[in-house]
Every structure is written in structure tokens, then in C-alpha cells.
């Protein structure tokens, strides 16, 4: 079945550029998508990109897909403290019921 | 406001002991969904719901039950809950099954003692 695995944690000093890695296994995957997480709130969606696209940029947001490696990553430049969440990578696939599986999630600290 | 909201936040109650948590979204969407989250494990689906009257069971529905009889709620039933249903639980929703973005209610924080 469909796998997505992403490493548990991530810290970097308030300034710095955070680079979120991501693989999957299906390599029928319409859309992947970013979601955050803030403490004690639900997800929320931060950007996708289509699969027949290499590079997505939106304003601190760079997504980055490597398809021949199944390989997303989420640049987030000049991180702020407010960056700070769990950020979940997750694929749709093509199927007829689209069903998205999403990773364990990374979560993101930020030291001011 | 856009949103979907999810009844109780919070909850604490023992084995066996009957109990149901709502969903509810204000957006006519025709897709909706619950999820579970475990630390180290992500998201998993529970159930899904492709319109009133259908639904399905995701990656790990054992133990659940749910229902759509409106457009706008879909429940989720746990009829015998046990400690390893202790968790965070999401629902979400989306205009229908081809959109891109699902809308995520804030979670309702289990604990099965």
C-alpha cells in the first residue's frame, strides 16, 4: 500500500531557512500536499503541488518534487518563531476513490 | 465562518462505555472524513463518506462505527471503546472527492481508561 515517511524533528535558529524532507511510494500520486499543525489545532492545508510539476514557490514557501526519487521537500525561508507546528506531507492518488495518506509528521522548533 | 466543528474537545471516560463524537460542516461539502492521530503514526483514516447515505471504512476502522443521514454531520461511534482507541481524532471535509484541499476541524482529544 501507500507509504509516506517523513523524520520526526527538526530545530533551526529563528532566521535560518528549514528544510522539511519527505518520500513516498506511490507513484500514482495526483496532488502532494503541505499541512501544518499548531498546538492544539487542527490541519491546515499550506500548499500542494501537482505531480507533473517540479517547483512550487509561495512568497517563504518553496516545495520541491522529485518524482523519478518520490522525494518532497518544503523550504520555509527566514523561519520565524511562529513557523514553529508539525508538518505533515501527504499524496493523493489516482484512483477512483482519491484516498490521501498522509506521514508521521515533522515537528518544527524554532530557536529564537 | 467557514468551518468544521467537532463535539466534545475534550473527553475522558472508561471501557465499554457508549459514546458518540460529532462532526458537523457549514460549507455543503460532499466529502467527509475521520482520522486518527498517534504519535510516530500520522494521520490514519477511519471512515470516509462520499455523500449522504454512503460511506466506507479506511485504513483502520475497527472499532468505530459512523453515519450520514444529513448532508452536514457525520458522527463517529466508538459503541465499546477500549484504552488502545486513546487518541486525537480529526474530522475533515471537502466540496467532493476530486478537490484538492480537505478542511480540518480543531480534534477531539480521547482518553478510554
Known amino acids: 500500500g501507500e507509504d509516506v515517511e517523513q523524520s520526526l524533528f527538526l530545530s533551526v535558529r529563528e532566521g535560518d531557512s528549514s528544510v522539511i524532507n519527505c518520500t513516498y511510494t506511490d507513484s500514482s500520486s495526483t496532488y502532494l500536499y503541505w499541512y501544518k499543525q499548531e498546538p492544539g489545532a487542527g490541519l491546515q492545508l499550506l500548499t500542494y503541488?501537482?505531480?507533473?510539476?517540479d517547483m512550487k514557490q509561495d512568497q517563504r514557501l518553496t516545495v520541491l518534487l522529485n518524482k523519478k526519487d518520490k522525494h518532497l521537500s518544503l523550504r520555509i525561508a527566514d523561519t520565524q518563531t511562529g513557523d514553529s507546528a508539525i508538518y505533515f506531507c501527504?499524496?493523493?492518488?489516482?484512483?477512483?476513490?482519491?484516498?490521501?495518506?498522509f506521514g508521521t509528521g515533522t515537528k518544527l522548533q524554532v530557536i529564537p | 465562518e467557514a468551518q468544521v466543528t467537532q463535539n466534545p474537545r475534550y473527553l475522558i471516560t472508561v471501557t465499554g462505555k457508549k459514546l458518540t463524537v460529532t462532526c458537523s460542516q457549514n460549507?455543503?461539502?460532499?466529502?467527509m472524513s475521520w482520522y486518527r492521530q498517534d504519535p510516530g503514526l500520522g494521520l490514519r483514516q477511519i471512515y470516509y463518506?462520499?455523500?449522504?447515505?454512503?460511506?466506507d471504512k479506511g485504513d483502520v476502522p475497527e472499532g468505530y462505527k459512523v453515519s450520514r443521514k444529513e448532508k452536514r454531520n457525520f458522527p463517529l461511534i466508538l459503541e465499546s471503546p477500549s484504552p488502545n482507541q486513546t487518541s486525537l481524532y480529526f474530522c475533515a471535509s471537502s466540496r467532493d472527492r476530486n478537490s484538492y484541499e480537505q478542511y480540518f476541524g480543531p480534534g477531539t482529544r480521547l482518553t478510554v481508561t
Open positions: 460549507m455543503n461539502h460532499e466529502y
Open positions: 463518506s462520499m455523500n449522504v447515505e454512503v460511506t
Open positions: 503541488i501537482f505531480s507533473n510539476m
Open positions: 501527504a499524496e493523493r492518488n489516482s484512483g477512483g476513490y482519491q484516498k490521501v495518506t
